[in-house]
């Protein structure tokens, strides 16, 4: 079971822009709100992907957490080419540049698990355009604490979904993610746990979230 993505533009402009008055209890509804799931019509030059998986809120299954581990390998590799480049470019301060290189191995190290655990069913690597937000501080920070966010709510509102063994799996890529948010949120002087409790995303909060992004291109 599949459907397409269509990548809209993440206003990276916007996103640095609102770091300076950013109220640190800002809640993830509030950027997802602004984010469109397009369901297959390509909208703000984002380019139609094929192939991502829809997910259900069925009994746990093998199928299932083939679709559900999919769309976490999309996310993952998301972060780690954007990391990866923001390290070969080199262009952003001393304390970010380190930030993206170790992180970025953390993100490829993601990748390699996440590949192996699904084995002849991992989806393949997309082609990625990041445009500026590898090169410009303010962007890169927004970006990234946009992107890690992301990724622990997404792994956390599917867990329920994930038979044992894939939840397991899981389980231990999350953790890390939820530390590289709280880092990057410290980095840019926010508050690094604003909240007791995190709120999980849905699929279609999720899908909502990758389709804010245009990182994706075309299917490599």
């Keep these: 079971m599949s459907q397409h993505l269509s990548l809209a533009v993440f206003d990276t402009d916007a996103a640095a822009a609102s770091l300076d008055g950013e109220d640190a209890s800002e ?3 509030d950027f997802l709100q602004k984010a469109v799931v397009a369901g297959g019509i390509v909208i703000s030059g984002g380019i139609l992907i094929g192939g991502l998986p829809t997910f259900a809120a069925s009994a746990p299954s ?9 769309f976490a390998l999309t996310l993952e590799y998301i972060e780690a080419a954007f990391y990866t480049e923001t390290a070969r470019k080199a262009r952003v301060s001393p304390e970010l540049l380190e930030f993206a290189k170790i992180v970025g191995a953390h993100e490829r190290a993601h990748v390699a698990f996440l590949k192996k655990a699904l084995g002849n069913k991992a989806v393949k690597k997309p082609k990625l ?4 937000t ?15 966010d992301t990724g622990v709510a997404a792994y956390n509102g599917q867990a329920a979904n994930l038979t044992k063994p894939a939840l397991a799996a899981a389980a231990k890529i999350v953790s890390v993610e939820a530390r590289h948010a709280a880092w990057i949120r410290a980095i840019m002087g926010r508050n690094p746990a604003p909240a007791a409790t995190d709120t999980p995303l849905s699929k279609a909060e999720a899908t909502a979230a990758l ?5 994706i291109k075309a299917a490599s």
């Design 211 to 215: 389709n804010k992004t245009s990182f």
């Design 27 to 29: 809640s993830r509804g």
């Design 134 to 148: 590898t090169t410009v501080s303010k962007k890169f920070a927004a970006t990234a604490a946009k992107l890690e």
């Design 129 to 132: 355009d990041f445009g500026d």
């Design 62 to 70: 093998p199928e299932q957490d083939a679709e559900i581990l999919n």
